[in-house]
């Protein structure tokens, strides 16, 4: 239930992240009792590197705090999509931060915004989206993976979000989005190997005031018949963008400087020779800089993110051609 | 929302801020208050009677009707409104003629056209549409239909940009908004890049019932209406936006047409007032009294290196005037307090009751060291900061000073690379052009 608003402590019930470091954060619900791998109920201690973690003992704790781990400690934080969007259990491909960034500001979300979503997927996204929309708002997310969109439901749940969303297993291609949603939604966002079979479902689920489409697809075949149907379909003011986030590891490095200046004059005196010593200090002279470091290796595609407007139903025109 | 209210937003009324468009190019126009005249847009050298647009829905495409047709052409031109259903189009123009498979006839010698410059204005003068010129430069263009389908289309693009009188009427979004003033010129919002405003938005875990803490000094108030939109109309949820100048940057702010309900959850405070009032907390009204209501012009940030800014460092950013208008103050009959005064009392307040969900800096050219030092204490454990600077190397010190705490986390640098594409037919591919200048970001959660 630690989703739905910012609290100050721990309460049974609760997902948190355990930050161990930054390539090292879990959620774990926080539960007396879990299934192991044989069915069977047992105490709740999570594994770290640094040691076991009674996970009920975390209940009262202040978000934020410094846990005691056996031989070490880690963090205890709550969640927020970004983090959950990294400690997920994957299901299906996921969406990352800075693409649902620019989806979700795409869309111009705000808080009561009505959208739908397809495929639900591991739920990264949906997270995002339920987190801007409520409370007066509602996520509407099929999948036509039975067992996904049940897990999916049931998380929402756990999190203290099933107010805000709806999970529907559904073909979206085949059956699109209902009846009930006609002419309801301010937004669409396509997360699926066929975009382009929904457009028309999409047309006829967005409000008649017009509302904003978003596609994301790895390839360019996808984009490039999605944008067409787009087009066909009435859609305007469609944009394609690729976004990638490139972390900088900043670092002192010390640079070693050479001096190449005292070359330039011969040796004379005693003082001279004793200079040199000096100069051979200097040679030895480090700069210390502070600057960052590149990663070697880092997403180099994710997907390519469409947006479309559809205009109200007054300024449609559906080209002919 | 009730259907009422959503119809109210969709219509355009007087005193509001619009989007106007005029094929690819936008701009951000302020009706006046009163219908009436003086409701002149300027477009390039041409001006735009606007009265016709009010009370019609967003989207309306308006005609623009030549009103003084009979003067000069160069002087600029002045036009009026028609509603009209659709803009015309020139696409089924091209399907009507034909075209050749490459370029290897076309030689361009200048002379292709057979209509002179003089025979083109006056087919303008007399009122023609842009299809009809559009259509004659075709007939008299002894190469159009040598070219190739997509260079015919280029050409019939280009046309329509210059003969096309056609407006329409869009709502400012974040998203509109943010697009104009960057193409325009990036540094005047703060080089701030849609990529970049969105990750603020999401790092910030902006929600619609939290108080977000903002310091924000060159982006003309693009973040803080980022945040109160992500913030949302009938929520509970507040913003306090704070800004080093005599006044806060609000042009965006206002562009957004906020209700009453929505923009009186944002409190806009000079920094010095609020840390001033927050940490030296019995000081008296009158001390500040005429601070900063004695000048207020402008918003403008002083240069850093400059006296002036030695001044703003150690104390107010009205030092001197402050003295002086001390005097007047007290010598007068005590008058109401000022609304920055109130404005800055109920900030502190606020931040006196509870902690901020959320922390955004973004200082346009000042270092953020100790704009972070002096923030962070307000946000609460467990929540994240978002620090946007143009250069790298303020953030890095950020960084080292971050790291040296024990009570931050998961800090991180982060720069995007965004890139746009053109989809067509067999053409699609990166667009020709891409910009460089997404800024960084410094993310982190405050701990215990
Ligand atoms: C890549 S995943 C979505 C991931 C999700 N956006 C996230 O961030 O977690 C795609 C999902 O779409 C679902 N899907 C594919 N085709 C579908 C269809 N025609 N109707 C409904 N769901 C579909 C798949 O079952 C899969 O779960």
Known sequence: MSFNKAKEYIEEGDTVILYLGPNNMHSIDVVHKIMNKKGELTDNVFQTIYGALKVPSLVGEKYGAKVQLSRGWAYVLQPTS??????????????????????????????????VETGTGSGSLSHSLIRIIQPLGHLYTF??????????????????????????????????????LNNKADAIFLDLPHPWLTIDHAVKTLKNSGGKLCSFSPCIEQVQRTCEKLTATGFVDLKTYECLEKELSVQYKSLPVLDLECLKHKRISEEAIDKVEKNEEDRRKYEKILTVTHSSSLPGHTGFITIATLPPVFARIIKTS | MSAADTLRQDIIAVGSYVIVQRQKYRKL??????????????????????????????WTTFKMIPTNSNKKLTNGKSYRLEE?????????????LPSGMDNRK????????????????????????????????????????AKTKYSQEK?????????????????????LLQEIYFQQDHVKIGSLRMDSLAQILSYCDVKSDGLYLLYDSGSQGLAAASLLTRIGAKTSGRL????????????????????????????????????????????????????????????????PDSPEAQIQCNDSPNLLKRKHSDATVSSMVPKKKPKWLSETQSAVDLLKSCKVEGLAILAAKEHPLNIVKGLLPFLGTSRPFVIFHAYREPLQEVYVMLKQRCDVMNIRLLSNFLRSYQVLDDRTHPDILMNDVGGYLLVGYLVN
């Open chain 1, 82 to 115: 970004e983090l959950w969007t990294v400690t997920l259990p994957h299901r299906t491909q996921i969406i990352y931060t800075p693409d649902i960034s620019l989806i979700t500001y795409l869309l111009e979300l705000v808080p009561g915004s009505i959208v």
């Open chain 1, 143 to 180: 999948d036509f993976h039975e067992q996904r969109a049940s897990l999916a439901c049931a998380e929402f749940e756990k999190h203290g979000l099933s107010d805000f969303v709806t999970v529907q297993h559904r073909d979206v291609c085949a059956d699109g989005f209902g009846e009930k």
């Open chain 2, 29 to 58: 126009y302020k009706l006046p208050a009163e219908n009436g005249g003086g409701n002149m847009l300027a477009l390039g050298k041409e001006r735009v009677e606007m009265s016709a647009i009010i009370g019609k829905p967003f």
């Open chain 2, 84 to 96: 009209v259903h659709a803009a015309e189009s020139l696409d089924d123009l091209k399907d009507l």
């Open chain 2, 106 to 145: 076309i030689t361009d010698d200048g002379t292709s056209q057979k209509l002179s410059t003089q025979e083109i204005m006056e087919l303008r003068e007399a009122g023609k549409s842009g299809r009809e010129i559009v259509g004659s430069l075709i007939e008299n263009s002894q190469t159009f239909s």
């Open chain 2, 155 to 175: 050409y019939l693009r280009k046309k329509e940009r210059k003969y096309f009188l056609y407006l329409t009427i869009h709502k400012p979004t974040i998203h």
């Open chain 2, 240 to 303: 306090v936006y704070l800004h080093p100048g005599n006044m806060a940057q609000t042009t965006l702010i206002r562009a957004m047409n906020f209700s009453n309900e929505q923009i009186n959850r944002l409190s806009t405070v000079n920094i010095y007032s609020l840390m001033r009032m927050y940490y030296q907390d019995a000081m008296e009204s009158k001390e500040s009294f005429g601070s900063r209501d004695a000048s207020g012009d402008s918003s403008k940030l002083v240069d």
